[in-house]
């Protein structure tokens, strides 16, 4: 049989085959990786469709991949073959091992396990086997922190006992032997995820007339609320937290009512307006920054949001995020905050005409019925599309989450 390329959807024109994970002739059980797939927006994973061996591959790494390509020959383990070919396998033939077994610092010989795309490669990048890492993800799921520790540990024994994942540059190391070995500089190609981010970027900056409103919030009201509830919330919902995010969603999704025009988004000549709110969530992931959409977020309660921004949280993290989940979205928030930042302007997410920033939460001196008080403040920053959004709506809009944020009870209220 065929292995073949996923099928992509409209908004992916074709992929990028990032990485082999078998080699010709190697037998492979089913639902097994056999290669990933970068298009511009995930990765792919191509499974082995039944226990067997890969007998040919017609597709090498590096090379560009339109919907349903081909990319290699199968062979299962009953003798059929994709050429048509009847006759079955020989008998005597000696099978290749299961998995590529490496033994690791123990001895040990074990298959190579289950491993995020973004963990194989820094694996590959350091020189380490995956089947001499422990896995600490769901099912001994290999994250790249098991990978960034194996480093570490590996980095630690020290030159007596050498090992490859010291030595990742030692190609470029040969290619300069003048080169100082604290001064070693490595070229790797752009990630077509990377690539994509960069150009997606660059264009909101060359297209729309993108503009940035700043206000501050007093996070009082939330902290109380989260303090008073959090562990009733936590127990009454099968052990979801209650974050600020779900708390600015609400707001935003209530504002984005408001204010139809922060929801619409621009197709050529055409104002698009959207009778529903689906709210972007930016998340780090190690492959880059990602928005994964939280669909019809109006109809969601707070456990439900905090659910889903868990879940796309550990999809990131282990590279399984689908396109369908970052597909669409007619509004974002980043929340630049979780990594300390203070203030800082986002850029828009086309075609979306606006984008809300978190910052850190600090205690600062306010001044509050003539009276100085130390209150936990945050700033919040709107990117807009001024071709679409005039200044004053901009500025009420982020008024009208600055107010449900600082009462949440206006939310409840619809006031």
């Known amino acids: ?22 080699t010709e002739g ?51 383990s009953n003798g059929l073959r994709v050429s048509g070919e009847s006759e079955a396998a020989p008998a005597q033939e000696t099978p290749t091992e299961l998995a590529t077994t490496t033994p690791a610092q123990s001895g040990v010989l074990r298959p190579t396990p289950v ?22 993800g769901k099912s001994g799921l290999v994250t790249k922190e098991d990978v960034l520790a194996a480093v570490a540990k590996a980095q630690d024994i020290g030159t007596s006992q050498p090992t490859a994942a010291v030595v990742p540059n030692a190609e470029e190391s ?81 504002a ?6 922060v929801n619409a988004s621009i197709d050529g000549k055409d104002i698009v307006y959207h009778g529903y709110q689906d709210v972007g969530v930016a998340v780090s992931s190690p492959r880059g920054l990602v928005v994964p959409v939280i669909r019809d977020a109006d109809s969601l309660t707070l456990a439900e949001i905090e659910e889903q921004i868990k879940l796309y949280g550990e999809k990131a993290q ?48 306010m001044a509050i019925d003539e009276q100085v008080v130390i209150r936990p403040m945050m700033y919040l ?7 679409l959004i005039d200044g004053q709506e901009a500025v009420r809009f982020l008024v009208t989450i600055k107010d449900f944020l600082e009462e949440p009870a206006r939310i409840l209220l619809d006031i």
């Not at 203070?342 to 001196?365: C, E, V, Y």
């Open 1 to 22: 049989m065929d292995i073949k390329a996923p099928v992509f959807p409209e908004s992916i024109a074709d992929g990028e085959v990032a990485q082999w994970h078998v």
């Open 26 to 76: 190697q037998q492979v059980s089913r639902d097994q990786i056999l290669v990933d797939i970068e298009t511009d927006k995930v990765v792919l994973e191509v499974v082995a469709p039944a226990d067997g061996r890969v007998s040919r591959i017609l597709t090498p790494e590096g090379a560009t991949v339109l919907s349903e390509a081909t990319l290699a020959e199968f062979e299962a």
């Open 115 to 136: 491993a995020s795309p973004a963990a194989r490669k820094l694996a590959e990048e350091s020189g380490l086997a995956l089947n001499a890492i422990e896995g600490s």
């Open 174 to 254: 040969r290619a300069n032997p003048d080169t100082p070995a604290d001064r070693i500089e490595r070229r790797v190609p752009m990630t077509r995820l990377r690539a994509s981010i960069a150009s997606r970027l660059v264009e909101a900056q060359q297209t729309a007339a993108m503009l940035t409103t700043f206000n501050e919030v007093d996070m009082s009201a939330i902290m109380a609320l989260r303090t008073q509830y959090k562990e009733a919330f936590q127990k009454a919902h099968n052990g979801t937290r209650l974050g600020f995010m779900s708390f600015f969603v609400r707001a935003s999704v209530e």
């Open 256 to 261: 984005l009512k408001r204010f139809p025009a």
């Open 318 to 365: 282990s590279a399984q995020l689908s396109i369908e989940d970052m597909t669409g979205g007619t509004f974002t928030i980043s929340n630049g905050g979780g990594f300390g930042s203070m203030l800082s302007t986002p850029i828009l997410n086309p075609p979306q005409t606006a984008i809300l920033g978190m910052h850190q939460i600090q205690d600062r001196p």
């Open 381 to 387: 920053a709107l990117s807009y599309d001024h071709r």
